[in-house]
């Protein structure tokens, strides 16, 4: 929870099947009115709009940005601070796609707040009440949660690697743990020690096709457990 005017950016990369898909959670932390949401609406076409909403009580901004289903997409998001006016600006594949308007806003009471992935609640966005319909069909990978903004050069040049623990970085799930593992933990490399729990997942991957991190080095990702 960024507080303070922290900047804050979220990262992560998207594959959505080539089908319908419905309204559906990708990442939240929320507390009543107040949270941090990305998400992906009801769709029928070959693309999905993609978004990230904050809402600190009355107040919320919002920006989303259409993918393409059938391919991995890296996505990031940027919560702007910095000069004491909040904005979202979101970059598709290292490019600023969209920025949302520019209010102050308060800090979110999210502190005691489950972040939950692929799962979450209804909320306010462009004054419409999104809700979720749907567990997300899809997979993600490389959830990285900053107290920074991530200029393009830092989406562009580290997004197909991985990466080691800075101060900024405050989340890092690499969702690399075996198949067959009886343990339920998603391991933080953040150094944080925010280890996550799920509670199913999917190794049926053949379909999904290679890892979008085209420069990850098993040497670099040692398997902590193996049963």
Not at 54 to 69: P, Y
Not at 178 to 189: A, C, R, V, Y
Request: net charge negative.
């Amino acid at each position: 929870n960024p507080t303070s005017s922290t900047n804050f950016a979220v990262e992560n990369w998207l594959w959505f099947p080539s089908q319908s898909n419905d309204n559906s959670i990708i990442v939240q932390k929320q507390s009543g009115s107040h949270g941090i949401s990305e998400w992906i609406s009801s769709s029928n076409a070959p693309t999905v709009l993609c978004g990230f909403t904050i809402n600190s009580g009355a107040f919320s901004i919002s920006v989303s940005s259409s993918i393409d289903k059938g391919v991995w997409n890296h996505v990031c998001c940027n919560w702007d601070r910095s000069d004491g006016i909040d904005q979202l600006n979101l970059f598709i594949g290292g490019n600023l796609i969209a920025s949302s308007s520019r209010i102050k806003l308060s800090d979110l009471n999210i502190n005691n707040a489950d972040l939950t992935i692929f799962s979450g609640s209804s909320f306010s966005v462009n004054n419409s009440t999104f809700l979720p319909t749907a567990v997300v069909s899809g997979a993600i990978d490389e959830l990285r949660i900053w107290h920074k903004n991530l200029s393009v050069s830092d989406i562009v040049s580290k997004n197909k690697r991985n990466i080691f623990q800075t101060p900024e970085m405050k989340l890092y799930f690499k969702f690399n743990e075996p198949e067959g593992t009886t343990k339920n933990i998603i391991l933080d490399h953040s150094s944080n020690n925010l280890f996550g729990l799920f509670t199913t997942r999917s190794f049926n991957t053949g379909s999904i096709g290679s890892t979008p991190l085209v420069y990850e080095q098993s040497v670099c990702n040692p398997i902590l457990f193996s049963n």
